[in-house]
């Protein structure tokens, strides 16, 4: 008859409650002739020196020598190699020692015996876990969810991990059984409100952060989340209540009324145009010491192509705020807009005096130099950003195609275009420098495919559009070239070089 594991435990159990009470028992190891009935038939299943020493090793592991608990667990696998119980105990004593590759093939050993023993599963799952193999984590933690699939704590494990491995779908579904199984639970239910949001899913967001404005009523982060939710929803007048609601409530909160103040500025409908600016004017007559809603102002003025107003609202800005670098960077960006290149550079390299580490700074000087053609100072900003930073995708990828359209040291810009669609997969403006190097390599079907690519995830890019139309050229397709060189004029119509290939 087959021996289970159950019974094993309760003769452990009961060996030690007798280890406890009976001296004369432990030394006879519980084979003695004066002794019960009782054990003597319990241990008749059981070979007397694995049952002894484990009951050793036990003690020893719960004193805390390990060393010698191993030992014991090792002499009782030599009488009994059929027991999970042992190995799984062998396992936990070489963890313990940091002996965690011996402890994992012993947990093994386990599972082949037993292979829905939990606390095996568990090791395993949590020794991939902690050793950088987040996918064999994952697959051990939903071995133990079909086990006891109404573990919460199980579910939030699987949850995060789920995370790690950018699951995000099926980490919203793990927290969405633990709310299911418990509707109380906070961290389950932002966990969900968030990923729904991730997911775009804004209604199912608005419903998780309505449970736990009913768990919480009146919190502050709860309430301004939800309205920002009814804001990408477009429900502004939701949005602007509960922003109203929450201002009445916390008036001394500068942070909070800036927030308002860009999410106003940023409602499309006119019928708050006014008042948004008005609630501006008035924000930055209150805060004239905080940079940010100087921040906001100038951007909401960029934004909607106002350049003459930012320009003078930024000089005032930076007087008042003569250290603050987002000043200089938007300025540069309304130069950049004006195609006055050299203006944008001088502001650049204003920016750089305030921030000289600035990433951002420098990519967008090394951007106008390039445009510039001043190329030596543009190759030369994207080495000394690659230096410091070698997965810096976006110098990675801008370096590479200002060296394709001059058609300079192509087998660099091809080995650095492939780091970057490594460190960013799928990226469009990467997909399409990949396709403009091909194409000056004379490997024109092989370009098609990475513009078309680029094409099919951004269809309103002039420049991509452009390229689709010389490929096409090159291939000897002429109406098609055609096709995307009117689309691209059509996006750009001030762009000389698509109008000229037109007319040819």
């Known amino acids: 008859m087959k021996r289970t594991e159950t019974n094993f ?14 001296g004369k028992l432990l030394v006879s190891g519980g084979a003695s002739g004066k002794a019960s009935k009782g054990p003597v038939n319990i241990y008749r299943n059981y070979n007397p020196l694995a049952v002894s020493h484990f009951i050793d090793g036990t003690f020893y592991y719960l004193k805390g020598d390990f060393a010698m608990a191993a030992l014991e667990f090792m002499d009782a696998l030599r009488y009994d190699s059929t027991s999970a119980t042992i190995y799984l105990a062998l396992a936990r004593a070489y963890i313990n020692l940091g002996k965690v590759e011996n402890g994992i093939k012993n947990v093994r050993k386990s599972l082949e015996i037993d292979p829905e023993n939990r606390e095996a599963i568990e090791i395993l799952a949590r020794f991939y876990e902690v050793s950088d ?16 699939p109404k573990d919460i704590e199980l579910l939030y494990t699987l949850g995060r991990v789920y995370i790690r491995n950018k699951k995000f779908d099926k980490a919203l579904k793990a927290y969405e059984k633990i709310v299911e199984l418990d509707s109380t639970q906070v961290k389950a239910i932002e966990k969900a409100a968030e990923l729904s949001l991730l997911d775009s899913a804004l209604a199912k967001s608005a419903r998780y952060f309505g449970m736990l404005l009913k768990l919480d009523p009146g919190n502050l982060r709860y309430t301004q989340a939800l309205a920002r939710v009814m804001y990408f929803m477009k429900d502004y007048d939701s949005c602007f209540v509960l922003y109203k609601g929450l201002i009445e409530n916390n008036p001394d909160n500068p942070e909070l009324k800036e927030d308002f103040a860009e999410l106003l500025l940023n409602i499309p409908e006119d019928r708050y145009k ?7 004017e008035d924000l930055l007559k209150e805060y004239r010491d905080r940079k940010n809603p100087y921040i906001i102002y100038a951007l909401y003025l960029f934004r909607n192509g106002r350049n003459k107003e930012c320009l003078a609202f930024l000089d005032s800005a930076i007087n008042r705020f003569p250290n603050e670098i987002e000043f200089y960077l938007i300025k540069g960006n309304v130069y950049d807009r004006l195609k006055d290149y050299e203006t944008e550079a001088e502001i650049l390299l204003k920016a750089l005096e305030v921030g000289p580490h600035s990433v951002r700074a420098r990519h967008m000087l090394a951007v106008v130099w390039d445009r510039l053609k001043e190329y030596e100072k ?14 810096d995708h976006l110098a990675l990828n801008n370096y590479a195609y200002s060296l394709a359209v001059r058609g300079e040291k192509l087998q660099k810009a091809y080995e650095m275009v492939e780091r970057a669609l490594k460190l960013d997969p799928g990226n469009p403006s990467y997909l399409d420098t990949k396709g403009w190097i091909l194409f000056k390599l004379g490997r024109y079907r092989e370009a098609l495919q990475y ?18 139309g010389d490929i096409y050229m090159r291939l000897k397709k002429k109406k098609k070239a055609f096709y995307f060189y009117k689309k691209a004029l059509e996006i750009g119509p001030e762009n000389r070089s698509v109008r000229e290939k037109l007319e040819k």
């Open 274 to 280: 006014s008042y948004a600016e008005e609630y501006m």
């Open 378 to 391: 543009c190759d030369s900003l994207y080495e000394e950003l690659l230096l410091e930073n070698p997965d």
């Open 9 to 22: 435990w309760i003769l452990v159990v009961f060996a030690l409650l007798l280890a406890s009470c009976s």
């Open 133 to 148: 193999n987040p996918i064999r984590a994952e697959k051990e933690y939903e071995r133990l969810l079909k086990i006891d």
């Open 451 to 468: 513009v078309e690519a680029a094409y099919k995830k951004a269809k309103e890019n002039a420049e991509v559009l452009e390229h689709l």
